[in-house]
């Protein structure tokens, strides 16, 4: 099979298994794209939506997020990890505001240069959220290309100048009509059925459905490859899965008595307070039973804005 019928048949998979997220399917302003994405940063997508769905509705749009407390952004964080990135979508949603009128920019250069933005969320903004032509490229994306092509293991770390061409090269052409309007809504036969591919762009479609079945499918351990839509042409199955499930060499740091989870009882705590109430320093100390870590995730925690330390040694969350 050649790389376009690959890609019509991912569509058509896409088409009948992709799962409705809330902020797929044009359901959602480019702004609520942005905070899917931030929030979907090495977190699972079932765990995301209904902190997404609370944000959303709590703070719509960039202008809205600007103006919350710094407080009431953290708590509402809640347990997705690493709550610097809510204080850098609160930085994102200021720069928005005030230099953007509080509308996304369009371009990469405009939406790299935000605050917290990088290579992956800005391609998936342009993208997802604005239909535009451009590689998406993030785990799950690399694993399935590296697999169906090259027949090799993703082995995670930034992505390789290779996985980058490879990415670039099977992006689909997307059709322009005469006026000069992308030309995507066409019907296309898949074994016995017809599919009508939705108005999304071709480039849009291939990114969600590779995306998609790198998060469902094309599993990094236990890839489900008898029910894979494109397994007749996966160079990595006929190889024999060579490699299945490697990693990067550096073994990647469990959690149980890291300062990830000594930083995580400290914001439940604080989290846990009604609101403007202080945690007593001897309270903080009953959290953790080595001292010296303890005070070491508490001034990180100072340093990086997510709480402040009093006077008195009591800790609280930030007031602006």
Not at 147 to 171: H, I, K, Y
Request: charged share 25%.
């Amino acid at each position: 099979m050649n790389d376009t019928a690959i890609s019509l048949r991912l569509g058509a998979w896409w088409e009948a298994n992709a799962r409705d997220l809330p902020w797929r399917f044009g359901r959602a302003t480019p702004w609520g794209v942005l905070v899917s994405e931030v929030m979907s940063q090495q977190t699972q997508m079932s765990r995301v939506v209904p902190y997404w769905n609370d944000w959303m509705a709590r703070w719509p749009d960039a202008r809205a997020l600007a103006a919350a407390p710094k407080a009431d952004v953290i708590t509402a964080w809640g347990r997705l990890g690493y709550p610097r990135r809510a204080l850098r979508l609160q930085e994102c949603a200021r720069v928005v505001a005030e230099e953007y009128g509080d509308e996304l920019p369009r371009t990469y250069d405009e939406l790299v240069a935000l605050p917290g933005i990088g290579d992956y969320t800005a391609s998936a903004v342009l993208s997802f959220a604005f239909g535009e032509r451009i590689a998406v490229i993030d785990t799950n994306i690399r694993r399935v290309l590296s697999r169906v092509f090259l027949g090799t293991e993703s082995r995670g770390g930034a992505a390789s100048p290779v996985e980058r061409a490879l990415a670039n090269r099977m992006l689909p052409q997307d059709r322009v009509c005469g006026d000069g309007a992308d030309c995507t809504d066409h019907a296309y036969r898949s074994g016995e059925h017809t599919f009508l591919q939705r108005s999304e762009p071709p480039s849009v479609t291939w990114n969600q459905s590779v995306m998609e079945l790198g998060a469902v499918v094309c599993t990094a351990k236990t890839p489900l490859c008898e029910i894979c839509p494109i397994a007749d042409d996966c160079a990595f199955l006929k190889a024999g899965r060579p490699g299945l499930g490697e990693r990067r060499t550096r073994p990647r740091q469990r959690f149980q008595g890291t300062d990830r989870q000594v930083r995580g009882l400290v914001l439940a705590a604080l989290r846990a307070l009604p609101a403007n109430d202080t945690l007593a320093r001897v309270d903080a100390e009953n959290l953790w039973k080595d001292q010296v870590q303890l005070d070491s995730c508490i001034a990180s925690l100072d340093d990086d804005g997510l709480i402040e330390i009093l006077e008195n040694g009591a800790l609280r969350l930030p007031h602006d």
